[in-house]
Antibody
């Protein structure tokens, strides 16, 4: 069965950096695009970033462009997001999700990132 | 950027009765490849989102057939034919036609 497991979350100060990982299993990772989506406490879903199956294209939301970098390592079946210059408003649960025809068909359980001084 | 607007934001429904959620996009969601990448997701309390519908009307594996999607261009609808207790949660539409991709604000479905 498809599994996505995020890690790397925690508490970081404003201006700090964090790298999240998402280990995928149960499907051929190299065949699918992948997304990061976040959800601030008590708020709705916010799309963050997408990377194509071969890593050739990467897209970002305006709110993270220039600060976050999405990447993938097919040899490790792992998706990453490097988050720099973190702000208070980046506090959220971050989900990785698998893409299927523009629908996000499988999601991880999410990992909490708290930006606080 | 494409803005997704859902109505209503809250929907109290009687068990066994139908429910409908509307989603409107600020631009057409027809992709240059001819597909329309509009999906619907459900998020139950304390859980990650779950895909219900993709490409306007394709039901994802395991999703009950009481869920259906329709629409075209900029106007889309999710319908639940007969609401069950397990359908309580927040429903989101999402567009993946044009980057940056975007979600609607969410519609909270609750039982009267």
């Amino acid at each position: 069965q498809v599994q996505l497991v995020e890690s790397g979350g925690g508490v970081v100060q404003p201006g700090g950096s964090l790298r999240l990982s998402c280990v995928a299993s149960g499907f051929t990772f190299s065949n699918y695009g992948m997304h990061w989506v976040r959800q601030a406490p008590g708020k709705g879903l916010e799309w963050v970033a997408f990377i194509r199956s071969d890593g050739s294209d990467k897209y970002y939301s305006d709110s993270v462009k220039g600060r976050f970098t999405i990447s993938r390592d097919t040899s490790k079946n792992t998706l990453y997001v490097q988050m720099n210059s973190l702000r208070l408003e980046d506090t959220a649960v971050y989900y990785c999700a698998k893409d299927a025809w523009g629908g996000l068909d499988y999601w991880g359980q999410g990992i909490l990132v708290t930006v606080s001084s | 950027d494409i803005v997704m607007t859902q109505t209503p934001l809250s929907s109290p429904v009687t068990l066994g009765q139908p429910a409908s959620i509307s989603c409107r996009s600020s631009q057409s969601l027809v992709h240059s490849d001819g597909n329309t990448y509009l999906s619907w997701l459900q998020q139950r309390p304390g859980q990650p989102p779950r895909l219900l519908i993709y490409k306007i009307s394709d039901r994802f594996s395991g999703v009950p057939d009481r869920f259906s999607g329709s629409g075209a261009g900029t106007d889309f609808t999710l319908k639940i034919s007969r609401v069950e207790a397990e359908d309580v949660g927040v429903y989101y539409c999402m567009q993946a036609t044009q980057s940056p991709y975007s979600f609607g604000q969410g519609t909270k479905l609750e039982i009267k």
